[in-house]
């Protein structure tokens, strides 16, 4: 099985340029979320999914960040205009829903390190 | 709002040798899971072992085993036989059980760097 796939792997660009970041979930998972890792916060959510919509989107830190999940298979993370201090490592992760008691774990994709000059 | 601590910033242990990685957590819900991730260096998210809290039984995956305290609000992590590709940053991470009603997200401890002395 393909986990969960993040494009691009590394983006360097300069402050005020709009940034996407690209996520493909497990196929079947129904949940996804965005994370954002830096060394002053460690990691921490901005956003989640469930079946697409938007559920708690409290962790992103300002109107110049919007996501969206057009369908099941694909989300992005969007900054506009990006600013030196988002510079950080993104993760994407999906689950499936739960089973009972089961927890269903989250698996992470690899990571987006995003630098802004 | 749940929080983790992990109050060891860098740990070392030889290699063969058992090491004890230390996680606490503060909780009011009664339903929850706990886990390990691995972050190495290439920075994947890999989870290690997890623990579900109305289980009283300690979690284990081959070397890998947890001592889960419930009333403390302790997880600690032990890696038996410590080898040099154990080598990476740890996560405790706490997640709210599916029948609270509350957010399904990780909420992630600090973290605890593992370097393993050949």
């Known amino acids: 099985d393909a986990g969960v796939i993040q494009s691009p792997r590394h983006e360097v660009t300069e402050m005020g340029q709009e940034v996407t970041l690209r996520c493909k979930p497990i196929s079947g998972h129904d949940y996804l979320f965005w994370y954002r890792q830096t060394m002053m916060r460690g990691l921490e959510l901005l956003i989640y999914?469930?079946?697409?919509?938007?559920?708690?989107d409290s962790g992103m830190p300002e109107d110049r960040f919007s996501a969206k999940m057009p369908n099941a298979s694909f989300s992005t993370l969007k900054i506009q205009p990006s600013e030196p201090r988002d510079s950080a490592v993104y993760f994407c992760a999906s689950s499936r829903p739960p089973r009972g008691k089961r927890d269903q774990p989250q698996h992470f994709g690899d990571g987006t390190r995003l630098s802004i000059l | 709002a749940q929080t983790v601590t992990q109050s060891q910033p860098e740990m070392s242990v030889q290699e063969a040798e058992t090491v004890t990685l230390s996680c606490t957590y503060d909780?009011?819900?009664?339903?929850?899971?706990l886990f390990w991730y691995k972050q190495p260096p290439s920075r994947q998210m890999i989870l290690v072992i997890r623990q579900e809290a109305y289980k009283q039984q300690n979690a284990t995956e081959n070397r890998f085993s947890v001592n889960f305290q419930k009333a403390a609000k302790s997880f600690s992590l032990k890696i038996s036989d410590s080898q040099l590709g154990d080598a990476a940053m740890y996560f405790c991470a706490y997640r709210s059980g599916w029948d609270s009603g509350s957010a399904r997200q990780l909420t992630f401890g600090s973290g605890t760097q593992l370097t393993v002395l050949p």
């Open positions: 999914f469930n079946n697409n919509v938007p559920i708690d």
């Open positions: 909780t009011s819900e009664s339903d929850y899971y």
